[in-house]
């Protein structure tokens, strides 16, 4: 059955105020488009659930996220003017902090459906200090203290690929970050893609797929998807030039006015993106055409 649909469909079908939301992409294939439609609809009061997501500095400079939890972020007020302007209008979210292992652990722990998963880490820090989530507890077994992480489950992940089929069979390759935890520790998943292609195309190469397609609510087809970020075998990122492009007052505010509520969509976002760069620009990053393709070995 085609789960096929527009992104401003899914985003407002499955995406609802005060949801925990999982975005993928730990600096490499993040859901950019979705994101820039998150803010674009103004779906506010989110948990948000990521490792270094670039575009999570849109969300936390309109004021849409009440918490964020993650191991590390980037953006503080000598570096980012998202965290300022969020300051001005008393939406600093508050920051929930793990090493990126325990972010994985609690993503790994709501993806098998448990309760809490034991560690060794987490606990030699003062991580307990800060944060409720993270406990250490004696162990049934040896009686020796061990850590533990609390699950976290995400009403939606939203997840980038190279290909998915109609129905959400959802393939990626490069790094992968905290993905296939976070996406399938997810109550409702989107998948957008870079193209969708024919199912026996997943079939034939099934280790890759990172999702199966009954646990997918939509499918998105979006070329350049996860600009501006690389995406492996399809084309580099410009991540440093995002964030030059947005680190001042001035700058952020041309970008939100002219390329997230000042287009449609993300085709007229790449549009737009194409009169401000150039043609060359993307020529520049886009990678061979062959090897948009992972090599595989015949039979």
């Not at 950019?32 to 400079?61: M, N, P, Y």
């Amino acid at each position: 059955m085609s789960k096929v649909m527009t992104m401003k469909e899914a985003i407002s079908k499955y995406v609802q105020s005060g949801d925990i939301l999982f975005i993928s992409g730990m600096q490499h294939g993040e859901p950019s488009a979705a994101v820039h439609e998150i803010v674009r609809q103004k779906i506010d009061h989110l948990t948000f659930v990521s490792c270094l997501v670039t575009s999570s500095s849109l969300l936390i400079g309109e004021g849409l996220l009440d918490k964020v939890v993650t191991g590390y972020i980037a953006q503080d007020e000598k570096r980012s003017y998202a965290i300022a302007k969020a300051k001005a209008m008393n939406r600093v979210p508050v920051f929930e902090e793990y090493s990126h292992f325990g972010v994985s652990l609690a993503l790994l722990a709501g993806q098998m459906g448990i309760p809490f998963i034991p560690t060794s880490s987490e606990v030699g820090a003062d991580f307990l200090k800060y944060n409720q989530n993270l406990k250490s507890i004696d162990c049934p077994f040896t009686g020796e203290k061990t850590g533990v992480v609390r699950a976290i489950v995400p009403d939606v992940g939203i997840i980038h690929v190279q290909r998915a089929d109609t129905e959400g069979n959802a393939q990626k390759w490069g790094t992968m970050g905290v993905d296939q935890e976070g996406i399938n520790a997810s109550k409702k998943v989107i998948v957008t893609t870079e193209k969708i292609v024919d199912s026996e195309v997943i079939r034939r190469d099934p280790n890759r797929t990172i999702i199966p397609g009954f646990r997918v609510s939509a499918v998105v087809e979006q070329p350049w998807g996860a600009h501006p970020m690389h995406l492996a075998g399809c084309y580099s990122g410009d991540m440093f030039g995002f964030f030059a492009e947005t680190g001042t007052p001035e700058g952020y505010n041309t970008y939100l006015e002219r390329l997230v509520h000042g287009v449609a969509n993300w085709e007229e976002y790449l549009r737009e993106r194409r009169l401000i760069k150039g043609e060359k620009y993307f020529d520049d990053l886009c990678i061979n055409p062959i090897m948009s393709e992972p090599i595989t070995t015949g039979y």
